[in-house]
């Protein structure tokens, strides 16, 4: 079975600088999805970014992007120029590529402080 | 589209009640996910459906937990003889294409059960 590991429950950051989220994973597939999601006390889970695993190219938008080391088993997320707004719980997530199971694994999420 | 829709947003109830919350997906998503949140379990799925149709309850604790999907546009959760421990947020999301582009969740259902 898959697994994600967040090794970080808290994080802390100062407005404008950058911060990076640690994820790991476990799997023996080689199709696969990745995804950050952002939690803030509002309690909505938003969509930070994703990544194909067959994409060598990391992805990015805006002010994040990920370190997507296929080989690690690694997915982190990089927060630039940090805002007060990105404030939140971040969650890694898995789904698998293949067959028709479509359910999304959670890491237990890092909770991330925005210091003005 | 106004996104994903659950009701109510809070529900709070006595041990031993019945309690069902409700989820409108995405219009067009194919795939209908409940997932339940506490702080010591983080996030766990439910249930998930593919057009109406359930494909894996694994995930449901036990039997007092059941989930149906009469149409495209509705799901329900509901909760028998609710105990205490069954007090978490509820998630339901959906997406289109077993979700390879990522999940729409709903703002989730905060459940107190006292």
């Known amino acids: 079975a898959q697994t994600v590991t967040q090794s970080q429950p808290e994080m802390s950051v100062q407005e404008a600088e950058t911060v990076t989220l640690s994820c790991t994973y476990d799997?023996?597939?080689?199709?696969?999805?990745l995804f950050w999601y952002k939690q803030p006390p509002s309690r909505q889970m938003i969509l930070v970014i994703r990544?194909?695993?067959?994409?060598?190219q990391n992805a990015t938008e805006n002010r994040f992007s990920v370190n997507f080391q296929k080989a690690a088993k690694s997915f982190s997320l990089k927060i630039s120029d940090s805002q007060l707004g990105d404030a939140a719980m971040y969650f890694c997530?898995?789904?698998?590529?293949?067959?028709?199971?479509?359910?999304?694994?959670f890491g237990k999420g890092t909770k991330l402080s925005v210091k003005p | 589209d106004a996104g994903v829709i659950q009701s109510p947003r809070h529900e709070v109830t006595e041990m031993g009640q019945e309690v069902t919350l409700r989820c409108k997906p995405i219009?067009?998503?194919?795939?209908l996910f409940w997932y339940r949140q506490t702080m010591m379990r983080g996030l766990e799925l439910l249930i998930y459906?593919?057009?109406?149709?359930?494909?894996?309850d694994s995930g449901m604790p036990e039997d007092r937990f059941s989930a149906k999907m009469p149409n495209a546009s509705f799901s329900t959760l509901k909760i028998q003889h609710s105990e205490p421990r069954d007090s978490a947020v509820y998630f339901c999301?959906?997406?289109?294409?077993?979700?390879?582009?990522?999940?729409?969740f709903g703002s989730g259902t905060r459940l107190t059960v006292v």
């Open positions: 999301a959906s997406s289109l294409y077993r979700g390879n582009y990522g999940y729409t």
């Open positions: 799997t023996s597939e080689s199709d696969y999805y």
């Open positions: 990544q194909e695993a067959y994409k060598q």
């Open positions: 997530a898995y789904r698998t590529g293949g067959g028709s199971q479509g359910n999304l694994i």
């Open positions: 219009s067009g998503h194919d795939y």
């Open positions: 459906f593919n057009n109406n149709v359930p494909i894996d």
